[in-house]
């Protein structure tokens, strides 16, 4: 006997194209601040082989802003029927069921970026600690909606309705 596959006609959501900012910045920060440690540790250490890791610091950030715009064009997600679907990734695509029953806690949180664009991330805690699931780079209205849909979606299946 065949197992039931589930055709959904619900589309994808996608994250705020406005997210692709907020990671460009990240990138650009971070590599800034690993650039500094390196050329500080080569010029007042005399560490002649941390240029070569600023080398490789400025490589891996000039690639992480190239490929930032689609790997945040990539995020998606879909409320089904008894769980939602996240997707993310471009070479390594991961994809994640969470059942609304099993969901515990569903935080909305913003990071200093996030607030200047007014977007937020919605994260999901279940009983399982391998199932940390994120959706960054929401609307703040959206992903409070979202948040009180899924709370209410959540309680009803934990009560059995």
Same mark, same amino acid.
């Given at each position: 006997m065949r197992d +039931? &596959?589930? &055709?959904t006609t619900e589309p994808w959501h996608r994250v705020s194209p406005k997210y692709v900012v907020v990671v460009l910045v990240e990138a650009l920060v971070g590599g800034i601040l690993s650039a500094a440690v390196c050329a500080a540790l080569a010029v007042f250490a005399g560490w002649w082989w941390a240029w070569f890791v600023l080398g490789a *610091? =400025? *490589?891996g950030t000039v690639v992480r802003l190239v490929i930032a715009p689609r790997q =945040? +064009? =990539?995020?998606?997600y879909r409320l089904r029927d008894d769980d939602l679907l996240f997707r993310r990734g471009i070479m390594f695509q991961r994809f994640v069921a969470v059942p609304y029953g099993r969901m515990q806690l569903i935080d909305v949180t913003r990071g200093p970026v996030g607030r200047m664009l007014h977007l937020a991330d919605l994260k999901f805690v279940t009983a399982a600690a391998a199932t940390g699931v994120a959706i960054p780079g929401l609307p703040e209205d959206e992903a409070e909606r979202l948040r009180d849909r899924l709370v209410e979606l959540a309680e009803s299946r934990r009560a059995g309705l």
């Open positions: +039931r &596959v589930e &055709v *610091v =400025a *490589v =945040a +064009r =990539a995020i998606g």
